[in-house]
């Protein structure tokens, strides 16, 4: 029990004066000990009672640095509320933050966030998508790492320019680490996409620019640059609506007609096209090893497949009629020096034939037949490289199973009486040559002007009497 002659004990801090009291209480006829801590708060007096002396001294130092610092609103605060107001601090301290800066950045936090989610959900979702030790790679320089990652695997020209062509355009338009694109983003990308001449892409193009995105974060993710997330909601990103596009075929009558005008490795390559269904690129690649007669197949190995996928077709007896003419032992089929020149080279054929032409059409007609015939989506797609949705939604119901047969009876018999009418012979690169009507004109001037006999012949022409 402490001497009552010391108290009240006056604490002292600066201005600020805090005093303890002795007031013991009988309970039952047994005193206890008791100290009130006593101070001014503006008007007001304020008590709090200890039943030990040295608590009580120690709330009344803390109480008098308060006043004296004038945190007047703090010494209202009851015991718990004061034990929470330090506790916070002394967690905030680490972090360099007050309480007041910590509870603004809560506040607009919060405010940005939907009904019903928290903070905290939000701070774990953003860790899973930028994992801290994870490298920050631009959308570029995966790219870069795509497309070399698709020439070491072996994969074909065409198929690593098809990557270069869908991505580059995204790279640009993402010049940023690959974990910033969000979903929303790309899904803009995708809806606002437009060719060279900013016409707006079908459903079909912004599609095949869609799944190519879908492979880079794909291929980001396995790399260890992206959260599995958000590859994964990039993937669930909708494929847009696909236009129903009519395939230009050629009509039997009109192929009998294209092969009848052609000559030499051109007859070998529409033949190849029109039976076997051999993309433009694979008919420029394929030689002439790759056609076993003996087998009856044709290989294109993967190095000359568009997919890189290797496939066998099936020579069929008409084309294999159109092959022995011309075969030879080895050496590449095509005469033309890149698939552009020969895509000029079959056009030209046809206009001599009289046939219009259709791009992809040799393609699109063996495909339409041979499922007429065949009633085999699977077995269609394994020979023509593609798969086997695609061959039912775009093949399906085209031409007649009697027309089918035609297709496939158009042999150098049946052509033979058909009159070959002779084509113009085009350039070195197959482009065919196209005279200028300006040129015609001013050639023409230049010899009526040094013709006096012409001239006369002319005038008379222009002016009759």
Not at 198 to 224: E, I, T
Not at 350 to 356: C, E, F, L, T
């Amino acid at each position: 029990m402490g001497d009552k002659s010391q108290f009240p004990l006056l604490i002292r801090q600066g201005s600020a004066e805090v005093r303890i009291y002795s007031t013991p209480v009988n309970v039952g006829g047994v005193r206890y000990e008791q100290f009130t801590v006593s101070y001014y708060l503006g008007d007001r007096r304020v008590r709090k009672k200890f039943s030990d002396l040295g608590e009580a001294k120690r709330e009344a130092q803390t109480t008098a640095i308060r006043l004296s610092n004038g945190q007047v609103a703090v010494s209202r605060l009851s015991d718990e509320d004061a034990y929470l107001l330090t506790s916070a601090k002394e967690r905030l301290a680490p972090m360099g933050l007050s309480l007041t800066e910590a509870v603004k950045e809560l506040l607009d936090a919060r405010a940005k966030l939907p009904d019903g989610v928290t903070l905290l959900e939000a701070v774990t979702d953003y860790a899973r998508r930028h994992p801290t030790n994870a490298p920050r790679k631009l959308v570029a320089e995966v790219v870069a790492e795509l497309v070399a990652d698709r020439v070491g695997a072996g994969r074909s020209e065409e198929h690593v320019r098809d990557i270069t062509k869908r991505l580059d355009p995204f790279a640009r338009a993402f010049a940023c680490p690959i974990a910033s694109v969000t979903p929303p983003l790309v899904r803009e990308y995708l809806t606002n996409l437009r060719g060279e001449k900013k016409q707006a892409l079908s459903g079909r193009s912004r599609d095949n620019a869609r799944r190519m995105v879908v492979s880079l974060f794909n291929f980001a993710r396995q790399q260890r640059y992206i959260a599995r997330e958000l590859a994964d909601e990039i993937a669930e990103i909708p494929a847009p609506k696909l236009e129903v596009v009519v395939n230009g075929i050629f009509a039997p009558d009109d192929m009998a007609k294209l092969l009848a005008s052609a000559v030499g490795s051109d007859q070998v390559l529409l033949a190849l096209g029109a039976f076997a269904g051999l993309r433009t690129a694979e008919l420029h690649r394929l030689d002439w090893k790759d056609v076993r007669l003996s087998e009856r197949a044709v290989v294109v190995g993967a190095d000359k497949a568009k997919t890189a996928s290797r496939r066998v077709i099936p020579i069929s007896d008409n084309l294999a009629e159109w092959l022995t003419k011309l075969a030879q032992p080895a050496g590449q089929i095509s005469r033309y020096s890149h698939e552009h020149a020969l895509s000029w080279g079959l056009m030209k054929v046809a206009r001599g034939a009289g046939v219009r032409w259709h791009r992809n059409a040799l393609r699109h007609s063996f495909c339409s037949y041979r499922l007429s015939l065949t009633k085999n989506s699977s077995q269609v797609a394994f020979e023509a490289g593609n798969s086997p949705v695609i061959i039912h939604r775009h093949y399906a119901a085209l031409v007649t199973e009697s027309e089918a047969k035609a297709w496939f009876s158009i042999s150098p018999q049946t052509t033979a009486n058909i009159a070959r009418i002779p084509t113009v012979v085009g350039n070195t690169l197959g482009y065919p040559r196209r005279r200028s009507r300006r040129g015609s004109k001013l050639r023409s001037a230049r010899i009526l002007s040094n013709n006096p006999k012409r001239r006369a012949i002319a005038s008379t022409a222009t002016n009759p009497a």
